[in-house]
């Protein structure tokens, strides 16, 4: 096990900066997702820390010793890539012992291994077979086990799950999530799925064009992103953003909102007194505050503020149903009570927790802190 | 409406004729391309006699190897009366290694170029396939020049050097259209286990390669086998290929023309390419259109 250090790594192709300077710390032993759109540029830091990419500038380091010069298999790392990448013409077992055998692990030794890997992902039954004879899920085993059986310092995995259907990404999920806990190994895990991300990771960076957005915890992240894409990025259903003038009220800032209600438009004062050192300096400035569906609930509750509004679809995901109202002609999303009880329609209360409300700078993007 | 009902439905009589039409046209085509071998395959069963007195056409009346044996061992070659015999070797030793060297070299250069990718590639690639369009007449006299230096001229050695160089433009592109479809993630995972260039090649590549290997050795055996040029430019004598030892065959003909030894030499030369194509031809349709492999 070991800790991983990113300093500086700016990665160019040409004239095309692909990584802009991104500097990552990681812990010996923590979960790193890095989340982003496609292009962002993950699998391109992913690759450079398996040495399978060189870095323009900047450098990285393994524990307390610089890998920038370092050949990808003295790295100590292992690697579960989106195509699993098996070798089509051995078998599992030979596939899973392929890295031993490189490193002249002596052969009853390698057997035991892989038997012992096999083992551990329930697929003890399938060393004989070709990789063309698996299903996704096994593949994804094998290539799993591939990256096990070598037990190495730190963990790559290039969205692993992208290739499998929704429950058996749930199950490798799980299964990706209770090998952390047991191994207890550093991991880095690109992806482009959020719940993964979150579900996944002790820290998430999120990445755009090339830079670090945000580095932080799920929770710290989810509650407070520090910019509007991250925002806007990671939760689902998405944020709502809405954009306000700041208003001093009399308990302090305040906000006008139109709401819809009965079929006609309701302005209704938005009290954000909670947020008074946030907003100091920008009473009569435009601000886009944030509004995640659930701080927006159907009822009456001392939460926060309750107001009256016009339902205009509902959507019954099971577990939820998503009310989406519409305010002054935008459409906000709001959490409606759990399950099928409920009829949801017409004209009903609303809470707004204004409390949890993100307030952004509408300029820079950046939340107001 | 599914095919089967389509397919089955009664023919209106237009469709009918239309068919006896295609099939009176593929006869006629067939007719005309295998007359002339069963002319030669018929011709060398002959004797002399038989060839004089009756029509070309005409089946031969046993199935006579006397014209068979005499080309391959008796017939004379400008002075030297051994038959075919030792041109066939000649050609085998230079075709062999000639078809291994160019194909393992291919394989190892489309290797590089797709799975290895240095600055410039590409351009190294477009000038080997440049290679595929500069004709045999162009390479000669600076070919004869390098053999001369190097020592090997009218040598079997001479003869496999030239056509592993030559040949090499054509295996490149055979495989490196290959190796193109093979994933890049397969040769990054097994650098990550701890692979080298050539472990990779050997272990993961080369086995993923045999239906183009297929292509690569047909296409280069039969080029081999069949080079005239070459083997007329560069040899003399008793080191000459099958191809222009046949030809010197029926030239050297003293008194009668015997139709029947020509032919039969003829059938000799031909002889094992016609055997992989019969054998292998189909492999050879199946590698060129094989794609990539999904692990
Ligand atoms: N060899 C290369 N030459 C030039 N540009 C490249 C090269 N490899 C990658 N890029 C560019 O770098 C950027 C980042 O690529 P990368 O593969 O890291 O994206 P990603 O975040 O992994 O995306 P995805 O989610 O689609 O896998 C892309 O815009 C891509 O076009
Ligand atoms: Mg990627």
């Known amino acids: ?369 | 409406m599914s095919d089967a009902a389509r397919y089955s439905a009664p023919r209106p009589w237009s469709a009918l004729i239309l068919r006896v039409l295609l099939w009176f046209v593929l006869i006629v085509f067939a007719i005309w391309f295998l007359l002339p071998a069963y002319v030669v395959v018929g011709t060398s069963l002959k004797d002399l006699d038989e060839i004089r007195g009756g029509s070309l056409l005409a089946l031969p009346h046993e199935l006579n190897f006397s014209a068979w044996r005499h080309a391959w061992s008796e017939a004379c070659i400008g002075v030297e009366c051994t038959g075919l015999k030792p041109y066939f070797w000649n050609s085998v030793s230079m075709a062999l290694p000639g078809v291994v060297v160019s194909t393992l070299l291919g394989a190892l250069t489309g290797y590089a170029l797709t799975k290895w990718k240095f600055k410039g590639a590409n351009l190294v690639f477009a000038l080997i396939l440049f290679g595929c369009f500069v004709p045999f007449q162009v390479v000669i006299l600076p070919m004869a020049q390098t053999l001369g230096k190097i020592g090997i001229t009218n040598t079997v050695y001479g003869l496999i050097l030239v056509h592993s160089v030559y040949g090499l433009a054509f295996t490149t592109l055979f495989f490196r259209n290959y190796y193109v479809t093979i994933p890049d993630e397969l040769v990054r995972a097994a650098t990550i286990d701890g692979a080298g260039f050539f472990t990779i090649f050997h272990r993961i590549i080369l086995p993923l390669s045999p239906p183009i290997i297929v292509v690569s050795v047909i296409w280069q055996f039969t080029q081999i086998w069949n080079d005239f040029l070459f083997g007329a430019s560069f040899t003399t004598g008793g080191a000459q290929p099958i191809t222009v030892a046949m030809n010197n065959l029926v030239n050297t003909t003293t008194g009668v023309k015997q139709y029947n030894v020509d032919m039969a030499a003829a059938l000799i030369t031909a002889a094992p390419t016609l055997l992989v194509y019969i054998f292998a031809g189909r492999y050879f349709v199946r590698g060129l259109t094989a794609g990539s492999v999904k692990g």
């Not at chain 1, 990448?85 to 599992?92: F, G, I, N, Q, S």
């Not at chain 1, 939460?303 to 998503?322: K, W």
Request: aromatic share 4%.
């Open chain 1, 1 to 369: 096990m070991a800790s991983l250090t990113i300093k500086n790594a700016v990665k160019r192709y040409g004239n095309v900066e692909v990584l802009k300077g991104v500097s990552i710390d990681l812990r010996d032993g923590e979960f790193l997702v890095l989340l982003g759109a496609s292009g962002c540029g993950k699998s391109t830091l992913l690759n450079m820390i398996a040495g399978l990419e060189d870095l323009t500038e900047g450098e990285i380091m393994i524990g307390d010793r610089v890998v920038n010069d370092v050949h990808p298999k003295d790295r100590d790392i292992a690697m579960v890539f989106q195509s699993y990448a098996l070798y089509p013409t051995m078998t599992v077992g030979q596939n899973i012992a392929f890295g031993l055998e490189m490193r002249g692990v002596p052969k009853a030794e390698r057997a035991l291994r892989v038997e012992q890997v096999a083992k551990t992902l329930r697929m003890d039954h399938l060393l004989d077979r070709k990789p063309a004879q698996l299903s996704g899920g096994q593949r994804q085993r094998v290539a799993m086990g591939r990256a096990l059986v070598r037990d190495p310092e730190v963990f790559l995995f290039d969205e692993p799950l992208s290739n499998l259907d929704a429950k058996l990404r749930l199950e490798m999920r799980t299964e990706i999530k209770r090998l952390h806990k047991r191994l207890n190994a550093t991991m880095v895990y690109v992806t482009h799925d959020q719940i993964e991300a979150l579900t996944l990771a002790d820290r998430i960076a999120i990445l755009k064009d090339g830079e670090v957005q945000q580095l932080a915890s799920p929770a710290e992240i989810y509650e407070h992103p520090a910019n509007m894409f991250v925002a806007g990025l990671v939760g689902s259903p998405p944020m709502n953003f809405l954009d306000i003038t700041v208003e001093a009220g009399e308990a302090g800032p305040a906000a006008w909102v139109t709401l819809r209600a009965d079929g006609a438009d309701k302005p209704v004062l938005l009290d954000l007194s909670a947020h008074t050192a946030r907003l100091d300096g920008y009473v009569g400035r435009k601000v886009v505050m944030g509004l995640r569906p659930e701080m927006i609930s159907q009822g009456t509750t001392d939460a926060g503020q309750c107001v009256q509004c016009e339902i205009d679809v509902t959507e019954a995901t099971g577990a939820d149903t998503l009310c989406v109202l519409n305010w002054n002609n935008q459409e906000v999303l709001a959490r409606g009570t759990s399950g099928y009880t409920k009829i949801l329609e017409g004209t009903m209360d609303f809470t707004i927790e204004t409390e949890r409300a993100c307030l952004f700078d509408p300029e820079s993007g950046l939340r107001l802190d």
